[in-house]
């Protein structure tokens, strides 16, 4: 979809009546459609101012022009030269007027949506014609060109489709599973677990936390110590600026659980809520929802995002790279589709999250250290059957995007383990190599100028769970020996009746 | 403020014109007078009706009483006694209409407070004067009674204030502190945390990390493996089910983070939001506010009323107790008053909650064991200067009371740390024997039926972190031996520019 169009009306207001310079205006226009509106732009191409006119205090232009210069572009670079030459006479610009703005995008279907700031959409000879409502305040935030790569997404997605990305790297052996069970529901009969109050939340027992601590002990012993993670501890609770620096404002909302703070903490201020709930017992929602905020971010959705405010703004000496950290501080939170099952697809989850940063070649050889890691605790320590796959950056589906990154470096490998009660695979795990997105979404320069990189591991421990129960059940003696050892005895703490 | 006084006209309405039983209905209700209306009330004490009428489809009654008997329960009882008798003439009772309810409560003062309810309210002759505006269903709910509770409640609190009860229990020897710097000023300077993206929210750099983790090996090491408590992982997302029980829903509401789910999960539903972030990089909280809903709970407040779920309407054997478990997988949240300083007073902060639970001697015997282990850890590992004090208990606190619980064996203990900065002491942990009320709330029995209660005791790495680096200040040369040994290096992982 190359080649959209543009015509744009508008006018400059100026501060006094400008008709006795009308000539110099009318020489600068004449000049600036040879130079300044064509600069950068490949040779016959760029924006043209097609008519003007000069009315005592505003000089009204209409401009058109192809993808090089863009005309709300154009109409910003006339300003700077008017306000130059109408300066010198003491005459100033007060701002800028849009009559009209509209833009012709070649596309092979019509896109039946409401963009914003489109105040009219139609389809016509293989073009979507546009009539864009912005003011000047807009197009100086570039509205426009995000309108014009917005409508392209959606006219790729609406071609291609929401199907992620997947290509088999590798698989382990196949293995026999005596185990055939679904693991969740043999860890509730067993109580084990049991659901919480929430939606896809579930309270773990002493047997399963002692799992999920040597699961732990074998991240610590196979990964943390020998690759030199150091530990720090991330927020849990995430502000929009950190969303919209990680990219997360583009596309979580569907999946976000929302945090609002009260408008005030003053106890009287509530009064009426507490006082309405000690008499009924009932929690007052219509109440509450007059007395909270507006959203301030939400809970934690993909961990390592608010670890980037320590390092926000910084530039960091070459020599201290590469990085390796890891957070294992806290919950995530999602609010997931209907198909939410057992410890498996939860909206809760605990996770340990690895972090390394370095030079783009620091950052690569470390991801294939990394699997290498895995792919020998998976092999030797959990001896399960699993397989992995160049998927979809976990970045750019968070985004609502499809298809792979730009170049073959960046992007995520999904882990999966074969899920014998149902005959199908579960992701478990994922590793990335997120390229410069992070150290520029939150400005963190190498001294040497060279450019940073980064990539993240998410480690979960209900899939870890998930994935090692289905296969080798809830029977110790079933387990694979040097897991065993690292569980010790099970703690047998609560009996039911 | 005991012997209120109550007045109610009300009438029952019946399915049938009952006309022809009018003197059944007369001698049943001069029967009542003397025996139903009095019944557990001591001599001469109870509730009357004092007049009465029977027009057709409609039993109309006014009924006075005092305290033994309230007038509301009255109704209640005469509509058992007037359904078997109307049952036996195939006349059925439909239901109770209220025309007027007042009450007198005896207080030294007036309260100027609007109460749910309550449709007029006026002070006369040392009397609150209470009209109330209730129908059969709340006074079903028994919120008449909650009314009186609510409003006693409020003349006390305005009387005696609402200062929190505070009485030293012990205290350390006296240190000699050379470090006197704020911590927090010397922890952000040497960059071992930087303030988060949100309020009173920080993010913990390699070196305090690993002191936060050697804290994390002292109370293994000194409380976790000798007195045998289990871990366990606690949901971090409470629903109000959760709080409804645990007795938080009467107070928190002026310092909970709300969460909200979104309406849905169905990205069209949310293209607009996704839309208008794209083109504007700006986050349309607007359009958000619209398509999240009415707030399900909030963010981990307490830590562990949501294990309680895990032993929810279960009984179980004797012989099981006492159990000893904790809880470190994740943060809480609090949206603390202006006073948020520092990592002293944070909005969110990270916490090992220890729970104990078996019978009452059981859980005295334990918290005077962990006491002693606490007095050790302090003295001989930390050496820091700390006293503790008997306070209004935690639980009461958060719902929104002052004072002491009716037993003595019941309340908080909270533990104080010298700040040679300030002068001051700060509250940096705490331990508190909770009586029955969580068993109770969350309907879990023993299986003798001896009463179970519990304990808890919260143990916040922020506050710890707080009061040994006030005390002891950054240089690990400073530092008692013993500890120092369990931080072992401390990493150094970043340098700034």
């Known amino acids: 979809m190359d080649e959209p169009k543009f015509h744009l009306i508008g006018h400059f207001k100026l501060s006094a009546d400008a008709t006795k310079v009308k000539e110099d205006v009318a020489k600068l226009i004449f000049k600036s459609n040879e130079d300044i509106l064509r600069k ?41 030269v008017l306000a130059a030459l109408l300066g010198k006479n003491h005459i100033g610009i007060r701002g800028i ?6 833009i012709q995008m070649p596309s092979e279907e019509p896109l039946k949506k409401n963009i914003p700031f489109v105040k009219e959409m139609r389809y016509e000879d293989g073009k979507i014609l546009l009539a864009l409502d912005v003011d000047e305040q807009q197009i100086e935030n ?18 291609y489709g929401k199907k992620e990305h997947w290509e088999l790297l590798g698989q382990s052996k196949k293995k026999i599973h005596k185990f055939k069970e679904d693991p969740t529901k043999e860890l509730t009969k067993r109580r084990w677990i049991k659901h919480g109050a929430g ?28 690759l030199g993670y150091n530990e720090m501890m991330f927020p849990k609770m995430v502000p929009w600026d950190v969303w919209k620096r990680s990219g997360h404002a583009k596309g979580i909302y569907p999946e976000m659980y929302y945090v609002c703070p009260p408008k005030t903490r003053d106890p009287e201020y509530w009064e009426e809520v507490t006082d309405y709930y000690k008499v009924t017992q009932e929690v007052p929602l ?66 340990t999250d690895l972090i390394w940063i370095g030079t783009q070649d620091q950052v690569i050889e470390h991801s294939k250290k990394l699997q290498e890691r895995y792919q020998h605790l998976f092999d030797d320590i959990l001896d399960i059957q699993w397989r992995n796959a160049w998927v979809t950056p976990w970045f750019m589906a ?51 100028g060279e450019k940073l990189w980064s990539g993240c591991s998410g480690i979960g421990m209900e899939r870890w769970g998930a994935a090692f129960f289905a296969q080798k059940g809830l029977d110790v003696d079933n387990w694979p020996n040097k897991f065993r050892k690292k569980v010790g005895e099970l703690p047998e703490v609560f009996r039911f009746l």
């Open 40 to 80: 950068g732009a490949p040779s016959g191409k760029g924006a043209k101012v097609i008519n003007w006119d000069l009315d005592k205090n505003a000089i009204m232009v209409e401009i058109v022009s192809d993808r090089y210069v863009r005309a709300h572009d154009a109409l910003i670079r006339l300003r700077k």
């Open 97 to 102: 007027g849009i009559e009209d703005f509209t």
């Open 142 to 159: 570039k509205v426009p060109d995000r309108i014009i790569s917005l409508i392209s997404e959606k006219v790729e997605s609406s071609k």
């Open 199 to 226: 939606r896809g939340q579930w309270v773990f027992g002493p047997q399963v936390t002692r799992v999920f601590r040597a699961f732990g002990e074998v991240i610590e012993e196979e990964i943390i110590r020998p």
């Open 286 to 351: 219509d109440l509450i929802k007059e007395r909270i905020d507006y959203p301030i971010g939400g809970m934690c959705y993909a961990q390592c995002p608010p670890f980037w405010v320590f390092l926000q703004g910084e530039t960091l000496p070459d020599d201290i790279f590469p990085i390796f950290l890891y957070d294992r501080s806290g919950t995530s939170h999602r609010y997931e589709s209907g198909g939410i099952h057992g410890i498996e697809r939860v909206d809760e989850f605990n996770r």
């Open 398 to 448: 968070q985004e609502g995007l499809t298809g792979l990154a730009e170049t073959r470096e960046v992007g995520t490998i999904d882990y999966e383990a074969y899920m014998p009660y149902k005959k199908d695979w579960l992701e478990f795990q994922n590793l990335s190599v997120n390229g410069s997105k992070y150290p520029e979404g939150f400005n963190v320069k190498l001294q040497s």
